[in-house]
């Protein structure tokens, strides 16, 4: 006889499997696997899979979901369970400060049973992701000089974005499968601020294909240097009301009503936009701890974010006249780390997008 008093609800499933002798041959072969040391965070597992978690921080159980298909798991259980009803034996995963980590040899047993399944399921597939690299061609943007070895290097806004841009667009095409990654300029070429957004629009075969917009730029204070530093985001403030309903549904509906969803899809735009940039400065701290994000996610009303009609976030990637700043902008390998923590913000905000009614 079990007693079930006192358990989560993880313990209860696994008990009342035990009980039935469910699946042994899979935990036996599963008992197998070699031992390590070696840990990992399970957001690494989630960007090699595309298995979505999700995460009972009350109970502390979490459900890692590929498609329609499940693994079950509780820090420190040495037992998972595979679509509710098949018992896998593990290394237990680690519950560290707020963050799972997976022991190497669970980490390649969930990595092939994940594998194995269906494609995550895509509820709101996005159909593109536009990147906008600030300024170019006759506007340069924000600059400012270094002199190295006695050589005067000016550095401009609108090279550093363009790297940083083609750098996050190869990023997330690696991340993500099913999204167009697409740049509004390609090279050093002036684009007027309406013809971005414009062609942000021109992707959407269909009045509701959604589309993301991520404007890139680097800031500066008005004095010739600053203390201020760090990453920040915008997006369009709520109180901005403004025409977001296509004009195909508009067309079709009575006023009252077009009035109503337009309110609707704005209110939507604006909860999107915020989760968004969270996501990315999540990822920013996580993967660039020297890099401030406390100056946070802000509203703010730039032409690009306001005339996107979808959700957008403007990045202020760092402070051109703050010297720590400048230092690390100056590098294409700063330049391709801080574009890498964009695209697995960008990426992770996309799964949890497209899974959700």
Known sequence: MFTLSHRSPFNLMCVLLLAATVSTGAAESARNAPDSSVSTDIVDLLEQTGAVLEWDEFTRTGVLWSGL??????????????NFDELLRIEPIVYDRGRLRVP?????????????????????PVKAIVIDPGHG????????????DGETITYYEKDIVLEMARHLKAELSMLLDGPE????????????????????????????????????????????????????????????????????????????VSSILNDLKEEEYTVESVLMG???????????????????????????????R?????IETGFINNRVDLDLLATSEYRREIAAAIASGIAAYVRDFEQLQ
């Open 104 to 124: 190497g040899a669970t980490f390649a047993t969930l990595v092939e049973r994940l594998g194995d399944q269906i494609d995550p399921l895509r509820l709101r």
């Open 278 to 308: 969270k996501a990315v400065l999540d990822a920013i701290a996580r993967d660039l701890p020297e890099t401030p994000i406390e100056r946070g996610v802000r509203v703010a009303n730039f032409f690009v974010v306001r005339e996107a």
């Open 310 to 314: 979808m959700p957008s976030i403007l």
């Open 69 to 82: 298909d499940s693994i079950s798991f509780a820090p420190g259980e040495p037992i998972a369970v595979v």
């Open 137 to 148: 061609g006759r506007d340069p943007g924000t600059f400012r000089s270094l002199t190295v």
């Open 181 to 256: 990654i697409v740049l509004t300029r390609e090279s050093d070429v002036y684009l007027p601020l309406k013809d971005r957004t414009e062609f942000a629009h021109s992707l959407r075969d269909d009045p509701l294909d959604n589309v993301l917009f991520v404007s890139l730029h680097v800031n500066a204070s008005p004095l010739p240097w600053t203390d201020a530093r760090g990453v920040e985001i915008y997006y369009l403030p709520a109180t901005q009301r403004r025409q977001v309903l296509e004009e195909e549904i508009a067309a079709s509906l009575e006023p009252e």
